[in-house]
């Protein structure tokens, strides 16, 4: 079974733009969460989708969005780019269920804001 | 605030030793918990999990312990190999709605010496 693939796996943006990102959960998956990595900060949540709702969020400004299709893949979005968006985009995903707690991760997509 | 907590950064370990990693939080409302760990460009690799209705979960070599009135969680490796080396992650959920709000921890950076 294919793991979680990301893409693209890395990019750089100026401050001001946007950007978008993809995530194609485990086949069968129905929870896609994200999260952001920066050094000294570790693994911080930013939104978890589950069947195109969202159904958790993280402390991010709104500046930071995103959305689930009905394929189960998502897409996250970052609007007017910061220097301090610079991180490792994590996306993960679940079966989504209350006994199914373990969230298998994807590679990642390196961010570079310059 | 970080309601999830990894002390050390480091650790280095001898192979054929234990290792212990060690992980605190700060919300009662924590039932969940995951230890994961990560390749450098890689993303996070599900090791172990524990619930908040047990105190010990134990697969193969891997053990996680978990002390509730203490607020703290530990990870043991024995025997520890040289590819253990990588950084580990604890992670925390408050499962009460079903969803998939993970905390984790800055994560150690462990180094299991030959």
């Known amino acids: 079974k294919a793991g979680v693939t990301q893409t693209p796996r890395y990019l750089i943006k100026t401050r001001g733009q946007q950007v978008t990102l993809s995530c194609s959960p485990i086949s069968g998956h129905r929870s896609v969460s994200w999260y952001q990595q920066t050094p000294g900060q570790g693994l911080q949540f930013l939104f978890e989708?589950?069947?195109?709702?969202?159904?958790n969020k993280g402390n991010f400004p709104g500046r930071f969005s995103g959305r689930q299709f009905s394929n189960s893949r998502s897409e996250m979005n970052v609007s007017t780019l910061e220097l301090g968006d610079s991180a490792l985009y994590l996306c993960a995903s679940s079966l989504g269920g209350t006994d199914a707690y373990e969230q298998y991760f994807g590679p990642g997509t390196r961010l570079t804001v310059t | 605030d970080q309601q999830v907590k990894q002390n050390s950064p480091s650790l280095s370990v001898q192979e054929g030793r234990i290792s212990i990693l060690n992980c605190d939080y700060t919300?009662?409302?924590?039932?969940?918990f995951l230890w994961y760990k990560k390749y450098p460009a890689e993303g996070p690799t599900f090791l172990i999990s524990i619930s908040s209705i047990k105190d010990k979960n134990e697969d193969g070599r891997f053990t996680v312990f978990l002390n509730k009135s203490a607020k703290h969680l530990s990870l043991h490796i024995v025997p520890s190999q040289p590819g253990d080396s990588a950084v580990y992650f604890c992670a925390a959920s408050a499962d009460s709605t079903g969803t998939y709000k993970y905390i984790f921890g800055t994560g150690t950076r462990l180094k299991v010496l030959a």
């Open positions: 989708y589950f069947s195109e709702t969202q159904r």
């Open positions: 919300n009662s409302m924590f039932d969940y």
